[in-house]
Structures are given as C-alpha cells and as structure tokens.
C-alpha cells in the first residue's frame, strides 16, 4: 500500500462526553476558573452533598492537577501546590439498581460502579487534556495529464478518546494496523 497515507491527527472537536453522553454518574465540581463535570453547585460542598447524594451513593473523590493545563482523577496527583480535590463523582442507589438491574446493591455491585465510574473520569480526563484523536487514510495516484491529483478519501473517523490504537485498527481494518501504529503521534 506505498500509495496509500495513514495520518493519526488530534480531534479538535470531540464530543464532551459529560454532556453528550450517557453517564452512570453525576460529576459536581466546584472551581472558580474552570467549569468542570456536569454541575458546578454554588454553594458549600459539605452542605451540597449532604442534600444531593443519597445515603448508600457510590462517591469518589475526584482531583485536579492544574499545571501546563489541567487533568483530572480519582486519585491524589501529590502536589499540595498545584492539585487537590475539586470535587466528586457520584451514582445513586436508584442509577446503580437500574443501571446493574439489581434489587440489592452488594460488594460486588459497587466494586463494578467503582470502576464504571473511575471509567469516565478517564475518558473525561483524555477530553480535558485534549487526548482524543481519530485518523485519515487517504490513496494517491497520479493525474494524467499534469501528473498531480488530489489525494483520495478512503476512510475516516474520529472520537478515539485516550491512546486507542486498537479502536482504530478495530474500525479501519487490520490491513492498516502497522501504518496507524507508525502514524501515532504518542
């Protein structure tokens, strides 16, 4: 395929996936630059919480590191200068019954939501760092008569959120696995 191009490129207008997406859990976050997550209370966080997330609520804490831009987890980042937490990320018991179609939320139920919930913050994160990327493959071939042609649109997509190699060659086809891996800029 040597007339064929393979570009890895930034996706410069991703989809938010906090408001465009269908969530289990529900991101309040107070800053006082940044509008983050889903809600941005204005008022005390203890006090919010305590009337907004029901008792038996899977929570997490969620962090940000604001340094050369800003990322986000449910981990501390360790930096007492420039991190700590700024909010949390939260599922209810009638969100996890009806998510997990349970009647009872066991250990293992919310070690599930746990993870579905560490999920988004990871796939909220790779938006807010901009690590969302997709690809163009495009074929050349010569113009006759002036021995230039326009490259020719063979396949695109884009929306691959974190470094998804395999999302790509899942969607382009595995005969373009090694020129998506060269072309990956990370």
Known sequence: M?????KVIQDMH?????TEWDNLGTMAC???RYELGDEQPNQDPEEWIKENVPKGSVVLPLFLLDHSGITMSTGSFGDPWDSGQVGIIFATPEQIREAYMVKRITKATRAKVEACLKSEVEVYDHYITGSVWGYVIEKHSECDSCG???PELIDSCFGFYGYDIEGMVDHAGEEYREQLVAAAPF
Do not use: C, I, K, L
């Open 2 to 6: 040597s007339n064929v191009t393979v």
């Open 14 to 18: 991703p989809s938010n996936p906090r």
């Open 148 to 150: 230039h042609a326009e």
């Open 30 to 32: 107070w800053h006082g």
